[in-house]
């Protein structure tokens, strides 16, 4: 017997929300109604994220989420936050890979445009996470 195939129910434009706020969905839908499966997400104020979902929250191994004022993120999504991925300044296209918490870059590396390595966030030699100071002349 193979096991039955669930077809999910999709809707266009449905009123929701969840913890990051209000927004319209289009995709995937769980028995409640619910954002579930493939989707998109557009909020009032201009973000947007198209990914999967979970009972209404973001949970994704290779989500998009993108600012109004055009930065975007691509990576994991856990509980509608961040995990690890790749986050890309607009204005000057410099990026940051790493993990994040809480919604900040937490472990990685910044990078320029020209993908040059800036700066190490996060992992410094004596991990304290603080940056390491110049040397004494």
Sequence with gaps: ???????KKTVSGLKTYNKI????YTGEVDNNGQPDGKGEAK???????????????????????????????????????FGTGTYTQRENGDYFVGSFKDGNPE????????GIKLEDIGQTA????????????
């Excluded at 706020?21 to 319209?24: A, H, K, S, T, V």
């Excluded at 472990?107 to 020209?114: A, D, H, Q």
């Excluded at 004596?126 to 002349?137: M, R, S």
């Design 126 to 137: 004596d991990n304290t996470g603080l940056p390491e100071q110049p040397a004494a002349n």
């Design 21 to 24: 706020g209000n927004f319209e």
């Design 43 to 81: 909020f009032e104020d201009g973000r947007y994220y198209k990914g999967n979902f979970s009972h209404g929250n973001f949970e994704d191994e290779k989500g998009f989420f993108q600012f109004p004022n055009g930065d975007t993120y691509e990576g994991t999504f856990v509980d509608n936050f």
């Design 1 to 7: 017997d193979k096991p039955a195939v669930v077809q």
């Design 107 to 114: 472990k990685g590396s910044l990078f320029n445009s020209g």
